[in-house]
């Protein structure tokens, strides 16, 4: 039985690695996902295009003015001449914020008088907005506290000191490239599983398979082995590009990942299995990969928390394998995740990975019928 499974595994090897598809498939995409994806996938708002409207055009006025000049948040900067062309520029999205500094402010400051500034925003863009919203207000609070330190006035009576632990420069790939190793993963392992027993259909190898000495939990675990073995491969590569190219830490187990790694890889092989099962051919089958992968990810907490979720979705991502895993991965790499907290989030992915290869085998056996 060893023998006739490493035969098998072998021949599901080599015909992934001759097909040009197959080739195809595990190569490319996953450089250019991990290229991309860690280069674009990022909540943080930069080179935010700005509008200033300076009604006073005084000392204070020009003090704050060359502050948001000076940030490199706020690479667009222009300067309107009148109220009237705020409302074209923020139709037109040729800028994100409008600041708008109104007469007497300079003297109201002087004085100690309460100054007003109006902050416009598009609302369109309802994250970056409240992304740059921050931004503004931590530039201003700063400005306030530098004018009464120069006028000799008292400051704010309490200041909020944030520390930001595991992530202190608050470095998005430290996030991103981590949670790629789960999603880039399933996309490749789902797709190479999903291709197998579809391939031997439309190829017509499948009815030599069934007449082989094989039995069919050998050709299962045939078919699952080889798609393990690459999971693991682009598993690893990933770990090392995250450390080595972009230089995420890594602060826990590895032991502990890999341990994660495979029982989050038997749980979408299962499902790959099982869409191949149901596939007469490939297309079939890449049409039910991308069917599960893309509500995968969704729900996994990568592109979006899970705790910004309706509760009825958050209890129905507990059935997602990938979002236990970023979990796992993402608090191994930063914050050393002890045992315990590695076991909470992995059991569910044992239980998804028995359900699914169990589904999986019981469709193929009934389809052998």
């Not at 020009?62 to 009148?82: C, H, K, M, N």
């Not at 998005?172 to 190793?181: E, K």
């Amino acid at each position: 039985m060893p023998t006739r499974i490493v035969a098998l595994v072998i021949k599901e090897l080599l015909a992934i690695l001759r097909d040009p598809r197959g080739r195809m498939v595990l190569i490319v995409p996953p450089i250019l996902q991990l290229v991309i994806f860690s280069l674009a996938a990022t909540l943080d708002v930069r080179n935010v295009s700005m509008a200033v409207l300076d009604q006073d055009r005084g000392k204070w006025s020009a003090e704050l003015v060359q502050r948001f000049v000076g940030s490199p948040t706020f690479t667009d900067i222009r300067f309107l001449d009148g109220v009237a062309e705020i409302r074209p520029v923020v139709d037109a999205q040729q800028a994100i914020v409008v600041l708008h500094i109104p007469q007497g402010f300079s003297g109201d400051l002087a004085a100690g008088r309460a100054t007003t500034l109006q902050l416009i925003l598009d609302g369109r863009r309802s994250n970056a907005a409240q992304i740059v919203q921050g931004y503004v207000s931590r530039i201003v609070d700063q400005f306030d506290r530098d004018i009464a330190a120069e006028l000799g006035r008292p400051g704010p009576s309490s200041v909020l000191v944030a520390r930001n632990w595991f992530n202190p420069n608050l470095e998005h790939q430290w996030f991103t490239v981590p949670s790629l190793i789960g999603t880039i993963t399933l996309l490749v392992g789902m797709s190479v599983t999903a291709l197998s027993i579809a391939r031997e259909r439309e190829l017509g190898t499948f009815d030599q398979l069934l007449v082989s000495p094989l039995q069919p939990a050998e050709i299962l675990l045939g078919k699952t082995l080889p798609s393990l073995i690459v999971g693991l491969v682009h598993g690893s590569l990933f770990l090392v590009a995250a450390i080595m190219i972009f230089r995420v830490p890594f602060t826990g187990s590895v032991l502990l990942l890999y341990a994660s790694l495979v029982l989050y890889l038997l749980a979408i092989i299962g499902v790959g299995l099982f869409i191949s099962s149901l596939s007469k051919t490939q297309q079939q089958a890449f049409l039910g990969t991308f069917v599960f992968a893309a509500p995968a990810i969704l729900l996994s907490g990568f592109a979006s928390p899970v705790e910004n979720m309706p509760v009825w979705m958050q209890q129905f991502t507990l059935i997602n394998p990938l979002r236990h895993f970023i979990v796992i991965v993402n608090g191994l790499f930063t914050k050393d995740m002890p045992a315990a907290t590695v076991f909470d989030n992995a059991w569910p992915m044992a239980l998804i990975a028995l359900f699914t290869l169990s589904a999986a085998a019981w469709l193929f056996r009934r389809r052998l019928q």
